[in-house]
């Protein structure tokens, strides 16, 4: 018999899921192997290919640029384009390959925050320590008005740090050639630049840095609100520097670069031999000093897929307690956070048959001439590099229409795996239970039991809506049971038993008919029922035994060798979401 209290504890439960439909992700992280896992067609990438060239038709003949995607184990495709216009005098590469070199600018911060994370996991430094532990100019009482004791490396690596943007570049006198021009005053005769900035081309110091930093004043208290600074990262520098011993180009050169086979990234300026040198005015020669930690790699596409693929397969590992791709605040859009030091973005509308939310973990680069973005797609297991060397309208219309393609492609191919490996119909291996399990696919609904028969009970007709979930079904609500990854495994030193876990979804409608403002609030609750000590919604796949485990109900199910149940896997429906997608 039911206990009234827990009948309402589970119409709590109910209510406080009832705006929640697709969740994200909803399949375990893709693999891809060519001939044991999903993998995407030929196909794909010729039209891909076709797109890209049309688009490029329309680029001014200086362009030059560079694509590489990649798995977390491999290169999938790369192409390139060489610009048809170059300086007569100095042309640079005559041909653009994945070893071309360009300027990354701020996708720097990534390695200098990938260098931060080590030495916290070392316990050389810690991100909660203030700033001013490891720099003492800043802990000394002339440091300014920036309260540094109050900002954390943490901070600093999460634009948290409430600091300005910049102190060598960014203001008018150093970008516009008369200010007065624009309505600006005559500026103090004797107010000088920082240091060297972009009309000279020179090089700044640390001496310059920490003398300017004296002279700012804070945009935000620290922590309180996300906002874009450079400065920060040259201070990170200066704290690597101060820690490991080295200089900071030595440290990320010996830490990250070497070991990764990165033989073609560096921060000194490479020959022209394989550089991409953009017609006109370009920032090839800076040479940046202090701001390197902030802007001053050089790379190619080919090392890049080597830093993406590192970053996938580690991410979460880096540092104990850091899962490095989560963001730490948000930006100025709805769907836009910032990260460490990422730009991170969510679209519910990049997929065809579902409105789940995809996540994009990118950082930008922008220097004169050159113009960067690397896009990780953590749940696809994809990494993008886009390196430009041509104006910044150029980059963004080649990123939508590469995304676009390969996340289309990328569902797709899951999907179709996940048909093979984990559909069917199945029985109790004991027969006296009298249960049976019958698991199907779509691209819209997922991977989700369509029937449960437990002991003669049927759990989704009558169980779930009248005990274990009350109210799904109501008011005419279509409703399915969801299976979503955990990512565990019943035995993590084999990786065998695949935990996954129940949701109850609710449908979402084709016309909403609730307010906008709360069409997908949510709160995410996957743990919501035990039975014995044991999780009531864990479902463990077994597929070296080809079995199924429900331990609440004490089941062992092994398949009906039945055909499969599933308008995903068969022949016809993947071909036709095949020619969508290629076509």
């Known amino acids: 018999m039911f206990v009234p209290g827990l009948l309402s504890l589970l119409t709590f439960f109910g209510a406080a899921n009832a705006e929640c439909f697709e969740p994200s992700p909803a399949f375990p992280t893709p693999k891809w192997h060519k001939h044991s896992g999903p993998w995407i067609p030929n196909g794909v990438f010729l039209g891909l290919e076709k797109a890209i060239w049309k688009i490029a038709r329309t680029f001014p003949a200086e362009t030059s640029f560079s694509i590489e995607i990649t798995t977390g184990n491999e290169t999938l495709w790369s192409k390139h384009h060489t610009a048809q216009e170059s300086d007569v005098e100095r042309p640079g590469v005559s041909r653009v390959d ?49 309260p540094w004791k109050d900002i954390t490396l943490r901070m600093l690596a999460s634009q948290l740090s409430g600091i300005p943007r910049d102190f060598a570049i960014g203001s008018a006198l150093d970008i516009i050639e008369d200010p007065t021009k624009i309505g600006l005053p005559q500026p103090p005769p004797d107010f000088p630049l920082p240091c060297p900035g972009l009309k000279n081309n020179g090089t700044c110091t640390r001496t310059d840095l920490l003398k300017a930093l004296t002279h700012q004043a804070p945009v935000f208290a620290p922590n309180q609100k996300s906002t874009y600074s450079n400065d920060a990262f040259e201070i990170l520098g200066l704290v690597l520097e101060n820690v490991t011993r080295l200089s900071y180009s030595e440290y990320i050169q010996q830490a990250i670069l070497e070991p990764l086979n990165m033989t073609m990234s560096s921060f000194e300026k490479p020959s022209d031999e394989h550089a991409v040198l953009p017609k006109g005015k370009n920032a090839w020669d800076w040479e940046e000093g202090v701001q390197r930690p902030t802007g001053g790699l050089f790379s190619t596409t080919a090392d890049m897929s080597k830093f993406l693929r590192f970053i996938l397969g580690n991410f979460n590992s880096i540092a104990t307690g850091v899962n490095w791709l989560l963001p730490v605040s ?127 009970s049927d759990m989704l007709r009558t169980v779930i809506p009248r005990y274990l979930y009350p109210g799904v079904g109501r008011n005419g609500i279509d409703w399915h049971a969801q299976l979503i990854p955990t990512l565990l495994y019943k035995n993590e030193t084999t990786k065998q038993g695949e935990i996954w876990r129940i949701l109850i979804v609710k449908d979402r409608p084709d016309e909403p008919t609730r307010p906008k403002m709360f069409e997908d609030w949510c709160v995410t609750d996957v743990d919501f029922m035990s039975y014995a000590g044991k999780p009531i919604n864990e479902v463990v796949f077994w597929h070296e035994a080809r079995n199924i485990e429900l331990p609440a109900f004490d089941g062992v199910f092994e398949p009906m060798h039945e055909r499969r149940e599933s308008d995903a896997g068969s022949p016809w429906f993947v071909g036709q979401v095949w020619q969508r997608i290629i076509g």
């Open 98 to 146: 994945s070893n071309s070199q360009y300027r990354l600018a701020s996708i720097t911060k990534v390695f200098t925050t990938l260098g931060l994370l080590y030495q916290h996991e070392a316990g050389n430094v810690s991100l909660d320590d203030s700033v001013d532990n490891y720099i003492s100019e800043l802990a000394s009482p002339s440091s300014g008005l920036i």
């Open 330 to 456: 948000w930006g100025t859009g709805v769907t836009n956070f910032y990260g460490m030091p990422w730009e991170i973005s969510r679209s519910d509308d990049i997929l065809e048959h579902v409105r789940r939310p995809v996540t994009f973990v990118t950082k930008s680069g922008g220097l004169p001439g050159y113009y960067s973005r690397i896009i990780l797609l953590p749940e696809y297991n994809l990494g993008f590099t886009f390196l430009l060397g041509s104006n910044v309208d150029v980059l963004e219309k080649l990123i939508e229409p590469t995304l676009t393609t390969l996340v289309r492609a990328a569902e797709a191919a899951v999907w179709t795996h996940i048909n093979e490996d984990y559909t069917g119909r199945f029985v109790a291996t004991h027969a006296s239970l009298n249960s049976t399990l019958s698991i199907t696919s779509t691209l819209s609904k997922g991977l989700m039991i369509s029937n449960f028969i437990s002991n003669g």
